[in-house]
């Protein structure tokens, strides 16, 4: 029973809501995007939402496994920072580098103005919150140091869980959107969005929760109290690609953010086996950070260099999306690849390509230039009489 209220207070939280609505809104905006340019949705089914629920749901539990295992304490009044912080964020600052970023300015802004700076510290600890000051004011290195390399594990779960989704959905339908280059040529640029509210277990120093909430469950360690709070940790990203593959792209990213995962890993132990003074976990906290900075900047540089464009062409008709559950799911198809010939006769716009098909009602034969500038055939069953669901994207001959 303690343990479904526990859960109930984590339903509570404005974050969680906060991050449902923006993933709600997201994906409105996407299948309204695709409504409005490709008369209907690649996906049509709001995945953003679904993937909020089941990977954030499914990914709290492993995360509260690892997080309680280790042992990871955090401290009420960092939890306060980073969940005004995140709320914030998400109503002002563009998604980009939201998690990682509230999560390490957090840090930064709970070793700066910690509670021993102000007479806060006395404030909370007349309401049982253990703080890292001592009566005298002097800071508890040892119990400061302890929740900072806590910090670190947090940072590590927080890189590891993005890589799981962008890998688990590398896949996922990628959503063209059309915008002209500097010549007026339309090209393509692919988007992969996803936030989650992870629900991770973590141990509140002192009870606080306990005497603000008779009920909470606390336990003991030793001469220390300690309660369980499932602290609602942002995960997640927003990147784009303009010149490659998004499948093998957001994979690429995925195995970056495991990369930067190990490195806080190793940092967490380093500091662990060895006595390092708060200033320093909090700049290796900032570090993690930062290095996801510069492995998103990185990302960026990669894609501009890339020769490949996803743009309109004369030599054909491209093909810029693929719905799922369709006939094109038989073609052998991918992003990029551009169709010469459709039931052998050449196609050069979107409405020849759809007059090619309406030739033979029962199937469709593609002559095709892939990205590799390879040439292939390839033929499926269509719908009788329904040209437009093979599934297939194609630019607009007149864009609004």
């Given at each position: 029973m303690q343990v479904l209220k526990v859960f109930e207070l984590f339903l509570l939280q404005p974050l969680l809501w906060l991050g449902l609505l923006r993933s709600y809104l997201n994906a409105q905006r996407r299948v309204n995007y695709e409504r409005h340019h490709f008369r209907s949705a690649i996906e049509p089914q709001l995945l953003e939402v679904r993937h909020f629920f089941s990977d954030g749901l499914g990914l709290g539990v492993i995360a509260t496994i690892i997080s309680l295992g280790l042992g990871i304490v955090v401290a009420p009044v960092w939890v306060v920072i980073y969940e005004l912080l995140a709320i914030v964020s998400l109503i002002v600052i563009p998604f980009g580098l939201v998690p990682m970023t509230v999560f390490g300015v957090s840090w930064l802004i709970y070793w700066i103005y910690s509670p021993k700076l102000s007479g806060v510290s006395d404030v909370l600890q007349r309401?049982?919150?253990?703080?890292?000051?001592?009566?005298?004011?002097?800071?508890t290195t040892s119990m400061s140091s302890g929740i900072l390399v806590n910090g670190l594990w947090l940072a590590a779960l927080v890189l590891l869980a993005?890589?799981?989704?962008?890998?688990r959905h590398h896949r996922q339908v990628a959503s063209p959107q059309i915008q002209p280059d500097q010549r007026g040529k339309r090209i393509v640029r692919y988007r992969w969005q996803q936030l989650l509210v992870v629900p991770v277990g973590v141990l509140v120093p002192g009870d606080w929760l306990h005497a603000t909430l008779s009920w909470w469950p606390v336990f003991s360690v030793g001469n220390r109290s300690f309660g369980v709070l499932l602290l609602p940790l942002l995960v997640g990203a927003s990147v784009r690609v303009y010149k490659q593959l998004p499948s093998l792209a957001w994979r690429r990213l995925a195995k970056n953010y495991a990369w930067l995962a190990a490195i806080s890993v190793v940092f967490a132990l380093i500091a662990f086996f060895t006595t390092w003074s708060p200033q320093w976990l909090v700049g290796l906290i900032v570090l993690v950070t930062v290095l996801t900075w510069l492995m998103l900047a990185q990302?960026?540089?990669?894609?501009q260099h890339q020769q490949f464009w996803f743009s309109d062409t004369d030599q054909g008709v491209r093909v810029i999306g693929l719905r799922p559950h369709t006939p094109a799911d038989k073609l052998n198809l991918s992003i990029g690849d551009i169709i010469l010939e459709c039931n052998r006769i050449p196609v050069?716009?979107?409405a020849q390509f759809y007059a090619?098909?309406?030739?033979?009602p029962?199937?469709?034969?593609?002559?095709?230039r892939n990205v590799q500038q390879e040439l292939i055939i390839t033929e499926t069953a269509i719908y009788n009489g329904a040209p437009h669901e093979l599934g297939i994207v194609l630019f607009s001959d007149q864009e609004d």
């Open positions: 309401h049982g919150v253990l703080t890292t000051s001592m009566s005298s004011g002097v800071l993005t890589a799981a989704i962008l890998w990302h960026r540089y990669r894609d050069h716009t979107e090619a098909i309406l030739k033979s029962t199937y469709v034969h593609l002559k095709v």
